[in-house]
């Protein structure tokens, strides 16, 4: 296993790795090699979406790993992103049952949001149906105890990629009054949790001893295909969290909410293969969702409440989702985990992406922490749907208690979350088509990455602090007229943030700690 410093700079190189190894005609844009920052904004944003695809034997588009293109996921964005809006807002998918005061397993967690817009509203459970209340279904769901691998708060069980809140623990939360959003949620306690996320990515079993066969460019990496494809899924993820921050943004000089050009081009238009990474995701979840279809369309939705006016508008709803993913779902996981290690990969590949679920523990804002949660139990569902589960398995006469309640609402929300980031990629080319050029001149300029940008890192032995105190300071006093418990709340995290910093100064060098990550 790989020192953790080198983890996290060989994770950074494989991803560069991923993207020198891109066709030129991508229909991104930006990501030929030797694009400068400001032409791979300027392709992705003037890129225009086709509207008529299918997936062929040959795509002119391809997604790495995959047997799709970038121009078939397009075709079915607009018609996906409006059915699964309509779905994640009926009962059942809109109800989500989550354990948000768990303790960090990792590190004594201090970094508490000050904003309001971290905290989240949750449903008393006499407002939930009976039969989806964890009293019910702890009797049909659970496994048998010999199945189960406890640990505080949460278990797991050998098929699972990720680990699963106690059905006894935690609260109901309409997820629709919860939006995904900019919170304000920032500083060392977020860094710290893409961090640790990052540096426990590297795998430590012999690559060369599996059938994964590397894509042509990627060849020096030295890397497998499930470890490439555990990298685009964590990439993707975070990229499509970024996407949703930039579309519901929070203006603080007109304290209005709306999309931030300059927050999309920042986080993702300037790095295309972040955007291609969450396509990936896409046609990762719609493979699961392909497979899981007949045991999806046979689930009951009225929840036992006598309502079934909402299970056939359910149904119908999900079967359109259902049958876009048949067509455009084109993941092989037969590919994956043959070789001779290909047991020893995929517990690893296990261990890891449960490691990401459990420290989103960790996440020190309420909502960005339900998110994360949900997310990732969506992808882990997904994974074990394509790497776990048999064609028997899937029947759903045979095995009608395949997914818990809480794994299909979170895979059908995860797989909103992608499309919807998507969709806004289209929104986002929209208002840069709008702009004037000297407008778009003024984005461009501020382009992470660019040499002629005017941002510029501390420099080597500088005593600046490593976050911004004066809008520590605005927010804390902003937190305080709204509220007492947060006012406490960003005081305490401002002392952590402090203290931090000054321990930072006097140590010595920095060799010891994982190098920086850009994203």
Same mark, same amino acid.
């Given at each position: 296993?790989? #020192?953790?410093?080198?983890?996290?700079?060989?994770?950074?190189?494989?991803? $560069?790795? =991923?993207?020198?190894?891109?066709?030129?005609?991508?229909?991104?844009g =930006?990501?030929?090699?030797?694009?400068?920052?400001k032409?791979?904004?300027?392709?992705? &944003?003037?890129?225009?979406?086709?509207?008529?695809?299918?997936?062929?034997?040959?795509?002119?588009?391809? +997604?790495?790993?995959?047997?799709?293109?970038?121009?078939?996921?397009e075709?079915?964005?607009? !018609?996906? /992103?409006?059915h699964?809006?309509?779905?994640?807002?009926?009962?059942?998918?809109?109800?989500?049952?989550?354990d948000?005061?768990?303790?960090?397993?990792?590190? $004594?967690?201090?970094?508490?949001?000050?904003?309001r817009?971290?905290?989240?509203?949750?449903?008393d459970?006499?407002?939930?149906?009976?039969?989806?209340?964890?009293a019910?279904?702890s009797?049909?769901?659970?496994? =048998?105890?010999?199945?189960?691998?406890?640990? #505080?708060?949460? /278990?797991?069980?050998?098929?699972d990629?990720?680990f699963?809140?106690?059905?006894?623990?935690?609260?109901?939360?309409?997820?629709?009054?919860?939006?995904?959003?900019?919170?304000?949620?920032?500083? #060392?306690?977020a860094?710290?949790?893409?961090?640790?996320?990052?540096?426990?990515?590297?795998f430590?079993v012999?690559?060369?001893?599996?059938?994964?066969?590397?894509?042509?460019?990627?060849?020096?990496?030295?890397?497998?295909?499930?470890q490439?494809?555990?990298?685009?899924?964590?990439?993707?993820?975070?990229?499509?969290?970024?996407?949703?921050? %930039?579309?519901?943004?929070?203006?603080?000089?007109?304290g209005?909410?709306?999309p931030?050009?300059?927050?999309?081009?920042?986080?993702?238009?300037?790095? #295309?293969?972040?955007?291609e990474?969450? /396509?990936?995701?896409?046609?990762?979840?719609?493979?699961?969702?392909?497979? +899981?279809?007949?045991?999806?369309?046979?689930?009951?939705?009225?929840?036992?409440?006598?309502?079934?006016?909402?299970?056939?508008?359910?149904?119908?709803?999900?079967?359109n989702?259902?049958?876009?993913?048949?067509?455009?779902g084109?993941?092989d996981?037969?590919?994956?985990f043959?070789g001779?290690?290909?047991?020893?990969?995929?517990?690893?590949?296990k $261990?890891?992406f449960?490691?990401?679920?459990?420290?989103?523990d %960790?996440?020190?804002?309420?909502?960005?922490?339900?998110?994360?949660?949900?997310?990732?139990?969506?992808?882990?569902?997904?994974?074990?749907?394509?790497?776990? &589960?048999?064609?028997? !398995?899937?029947?759903?006469k045979?095995?009608?208690?395949?997914?818990?309640?809480?794994?299909?609402?979170a895979?059908?929300?995860?797989?909103?979350?992608?499309?919807?980031?998507?969709?806004?990629?289209?929104?986002?080319?929209?208002?840069w088509?709008?702009?004037?050029?000297?407008?778009?001149?003024?984005?461009?300029?501020?382009v !992470?990455?660019?040499?002629?940008?005017?941002k510029?890192?501390p420099? !080597?032995?500088?005593?600046?602090?490593?976050?911004?105190l004066?809008?520590?300071? $605005?927010?804390w006093?902003?937190?305080?007229?709204?509220?007492t418990?947060f006012?406490?709340?960003?005081?305490?995290?401002? &002392?952590?943030?402090? +203290?931090?910093?000054?321990t930072?100064?006097?140590?010595l060098?920095?060799k010891?700690?994982?190098p920086?990550?850009?994203?």
């Amino acid at each position: 296993m790989l #020192p953790r410093h080198l983890c996290a700079l060989v994770f950074g190189l494989l991803l $560069q790795s =991923g993207v020198e190894a891109s066709t030129p005609q991508s229909p991104l844009g =930006g990501l030929a090699p030797g694009l400068g920052k400001k032409e791979q904004v300027q392709d992705v &944003l003037d890129h225009k979406r086709v509207t008529e695809a299918s997936c062929k034997q040959f795509p002119t588009g391809p +997604i790495d790993t995959t047997s799709c293109d970038f121009e078939t996921v397009e075709s079915v964005t607009d !018609a996906l /992103y409006t059915h699964l809006h309509d779905l994640v807002q009926t009962p059942f998918f809109k109800y989500f049952r989550v354990d948000l005061y768990r303790d960090c397993p990792f590190w $004594q967690e201090h970094g508490l949001c000050m904003n309001r817009e971290c905290g989240i509203t949750t449903v008393d459970e006499n407002e939930i149906p009976e039969s989806w209340r964890a009293a019910a279904l702890s009797k049909v769901e659970m496994p =048998g105890k010999d199945e189960l691998h406890h640990l #505080p708060g949460c /278990y797991y069980r050998d098929s699972d990629f990720c680990f699963i809140d106690d059905m006894s623990e935690g609260d109901y939360v309409d997820l629709t009054a919860n939006p995904e959003r900019f919170t304000g949620y920032t500083g #060392p306690s977020a860094h710290r949790v893409w961090s640790s996320i990052y540096e426990e990515n590297c795998f430590g079993v012999s690559h060369f001893d599996t059938l994964g066969a590397l894509s042509e460019g990627e060849e020096e990496a030295n890397t497998c295909l499930e470890q490439r494809v555990y990298y685009k899924i964590i990439s993707g993820l975070h990229a499509s969290i970024s996407t949703h921050i %930039c579309v519901d943004h929070f203006n603080q000089s007109t304290g209005e909410w709306g999309p931030n050009l300059q927050c999309f081009i920042d986080r993702v238009a300037s790095h #295309p293969e972040r955007l291609e990474y969450m /396509y990936f995701n896409a046609v990762l979840l719609l493979r699961a969702v392909s497979r +899981i279809g007949p045991y999806l369309s046979a689930y009951d939705y009225c929840g036992g409440t006598g309502n079934h006016e909402t299970d056939p508008y359910t149904l119908d709803k999900l079967n359109n989702v259902v049958h876009i993913a048949q067509n455009v779902g084109k993941f092989d996981e037969k590919m994956m985990f043959r070789g001779p290690n290909a047991d020893i990969l995929k517990e690893e590949f296990k $261990q890891h992406f449960r490691n990401v679920s459990r420290i989103m523990d %960790c996440v020190g804002c309420d909502k960005c922490r339900l998110w994360g949660k949900v997310q990732t139990s969506g992808v882990g569902t997904a994974l074990k749907i394509l790497f776990e &589960l048999d064609e028997k !398995a899937l029947d759903p006469k045979l095995n009608h208690n395949l997914l818990t309640r809480s794994e299909v609402v979170a895979l059908i929300n995860t797989l909103h979350r992608f499309t919807e980031s998507l969709h806004a990629v289209n929104d986002f080319r929209e208002m840069w088509q709008r702009e004037e050029a000297s407008q778009k001149g003024k984005l461009l300029e501020n382009v !992470a990455g660019d040499p002629a940008s005017p941002k510029q890192s501390p420099r !080597a032995g500088s005593t600046a602090l490593p976050y911004d105190l004066l809008k520590d300071l $605005q927010r804390w006093l902003r937190a305080c007229q709204e509220s007492t418990v947060f006012c406490v709340r960003g005081l305490l995290a401002g &002392l952590q943030s402090a +203290i931090s910093a000054v321990t930072r100064l006097f140590q010595l060098s920095g060799k010891d700690r994982a190098p920086h990550m850009e994203f």
